[in-house]
């Protein structure tokens, strides 16, 4: 099949993509929802290089099996311009790639990813503006992650209406609410612990806020509450505390 060189949309089962040896040779596929990586030639990373027509959603799984990051960078994922939604999966990952380069990107989600302890602005990449397109961020099974920091300006994910973190994160203790910007309207955290004053500060900025859920002891850890500003979530029709 690798041979249908102008083939730009394939409609088939995730099961019969990954038999499909050599996929990167379809240079003009448009849909490629979901990518298992393997050992084997012709299944690896790198077959994703010159597939820069894909577009909308994109899940990469087993990214485990990429062991050299010479190889990741391959990949080119921050050339796939027209990738609106990503969902990565490893089992294994000490340090997230700078994802922020992907402009168009509306979703991405991070999920089982025991190893990551930390995230800084790498994760963003050297651009100036990251992350412009990005609307909707989402992590949850991370249970050895401990702190997610930008040392860059304010606002860097400037559009960002929808953040989740959910459980279990119960080691998380610093997070940059202070540079997520003001365009949020939906925030659900679950078993996360911010010690200082931070999120109370983030939710006065936040006018157009209008689902807020907050899961977990961690007021009763930290010794403090939030302190909801009333005054300015005049939009808020949902609200959750556990």
Known sequence: ????INLRHLHASSYT???????GKLT?????????????????????????????????????????????????????DYVTALELSWSYLMVLPPLGQLENLQKLRFHDLPSIKDIDSEFCGTSHVVFRSLEELSFAYME??????YAGSSDFIPNLQKLQILRPCNKLRKLPFESLGSAMKKIIIDYSDP???TFSRYLQGLNGLNHLEVYGNWPYQSCKLIILPCKQLLSLEYLFFF
């Not at 099949?1 to 249908?4: G, P, R, Y």
């Not at 050895?144 to 920091?149: D, L, Q, R, Y």
């Open 17 to 23: 993509i990954d038999k499909i040896n050599g996929i």
């Open 144 to 149: 050895n992650w401990e702190s997610w920091t």
């Open 195 to 197: 010690y200082d004053d």
């Open 1 to 4: 099949m690798n041979c249908l």
């Open 28 to 80: 003009k596929l448009q849909e490629l929802h979901e990518f298992q990586i393997k050992s084997q030639e012709g299944h690896r990373i790198t077959e994703l290089s010159d597939m820069n027509d894909l577009r909308g959603s994109l899940c990469i799984l087993n990214l485990e099996m990429v062991i050299d990051p010479a190889e990741a960078l391959k990949a080119n994922i921050a050339e796939k």
